[in-house]
T-cell receptor, first 113, second 111 residues
Framework: DTAVSQTPKYLVTQMGNDKSIKCEQN?????MYWYKQDSKKFLKIMFS???????INETVPNRFSPKSPDKAHLNLHINSLELGDSAVYFC????????????FGPGTRLLVL | SQQGEEDPQALSIQEGENATMNCSYK?????LQWYRQNSGRGLVHLIL?????REKHSGRLRVTLDTSKKSSSLLITASRAADTASYFC???????????FGPGTSLSVIP
């Protein structure tokens, strides 16, 4: 059973396009996250949702919009993709919002051409 | 910023040797966690140590925490080729609801 799953695994697209990445967790966790990992492996939090409510919104361009239809799903929509958006995007979940162990998905490798 | 920093950036050892990675951070924490990332995969949680703990063990892993020096170390004993991965420390400040990751140490264990 996959605990945290993401689709698609790979995404290659042209600059200016709009794309979405989906994430689902079957762990019954209340909190979900989106992280961006750049080419140097630096991992930076983008968003966090707790029970479908946005609780963390780091300095991320407005082109990025998370959506949580229910607490098991957190999707990431990206408008007007730019070259600098190329990275690996990880979804994660945790039981609580605070200090708890995070469980990561396998990542979505986004390449913007 | 709260960001942790791992040291060294890269480490290459022979199978059977011990590997030690260090993490330093800047402000007070609630806890510190270590994660492993195999190539092309997501991060996997290894161990969590709270600010009032000094040492923790899990199998071949030993983590120490020195809050006075704002540093932690991860020791992997009797390393195996399968331990080849990137290792990240992550800190959680007392009043902030997020985990902040350091840049990671890339460990290569040569068979």
């Amino acid at each position: 059973d996959t605990a945290v799953s993401q689709t698609p695994k790979y995404l290659v697209t042209q600059m200016g396009n709009d794309k979405s990445i989906k994430c689902e967790q079957n762990l019954g966790h209340d909190t979900m996250y989106w992280y961006k990992q750049d080419s140097k492996k630096f991992l930076k939090i983008m968003f966090s949702y707790n029970n479908k409510e946005l609780i963390i919104n780091e300095t991320v361009p407005n082109r990025f919009s998370p959506k949580s239809p229910d607490k098991a799903h957190l999707n990431l929509h990206i408008n007007s993709l730019e070259l600098g958006d190329s990275a690996v995007y990880f979804c994660a979940s945790s039981q609580l919002a605070r200090e708890e162990t995070q469980y990561f998905g396998p990542g979505t490798r986004l390449l913007v051409l | 910023s709260q960001q942790g920093e791992e040291d060294p950036q890269a480490l290459s050892i022979q199978e059977g040797e011990n590997a030690t990675m260090n993490c330093s951070y800047k402000t007070s924490i609630n806890n510190l966690q270590w994660y492993r990332q195999n190539s092309g995969r997501g991060l996997v949680h290894l161990i969590l140590i709270r600010s009032n703990e000094r040492e923790k063990h899990s199998g071949r892993l030993r983590v120490t925490l020195d809050t006075s020096k704002k540093s932690s170390s991860l020791l992997i004993t009797a390393s195996r080729a399968a331990d080849t991965a990137s290792y990240f420390c992550a800190t959680v400040p007392p009043s902030y609801d997020k985990v902040i990751f350091g840049p990671g140490t890339s460990l290569s264990v040569i068979p």
